[in-house]
């Protein structure tokens, strides 16, 4: 299995069960419940994509800056406060992280890293 929607669910954590799907390379879990992602999201190694729009995040784990294949990541629509510095760390194609309450960006520390940001970001 490539490709697995689990979209509009009430799952509140992360379903481990996805660790068996060792070919994953999308997973959507947009519109469910979660708050957080387990350490050790870094185990689907192979994943392209990942959607995670309309959650209740507010934070990531560093362990997603271990998902080297990892292209695609959506966060919109969550309740980020802030810019999650993680995100610099990644080396994506598309990052959005639009429609969060972000209300500040540390210029030093994008501006340190920089390099490694998608060509678009959309977080404001």
């Known amino acids: ?3 697995l929607t689990l979209n509009k669910n009430r799952f509140r954590k992360f379903p481990e069960q996805v660790y068996g799907l060792t070919s ?18 870094n185990r689907l190694g192979q994943l392209q994509n990942l959607r995670l729009d309309r959650n209740r995040l507010a934070a990531l784990p560093e362990a997603l800056t271990e998902l080297q294949n990892l292209e695609v990541l959506t966060l919109k629509c969550n309740d980020f406060k802030s810019f999650p510095m993680e995100l610099i760390e990644l080396e994506v194609d598309t990052l959005d992280i639009s429609d969060n309450d972000i209300q500040e960006v540390s210029i030093e520390d994008v501006a ?6 998608p060509q678009e970001v959309r977080f404001l």
């Open 1 to 3: 299995l490539a490709t």
């Open 24 to 41: 994953l390379t999308t997973l959507e879990l947009n519109e469910n419940r979660m708050k957080n992602l387990p350490e050790d999201v």
């Open 112 to 117: 340190i890293k920089k390099s490694k940001l």
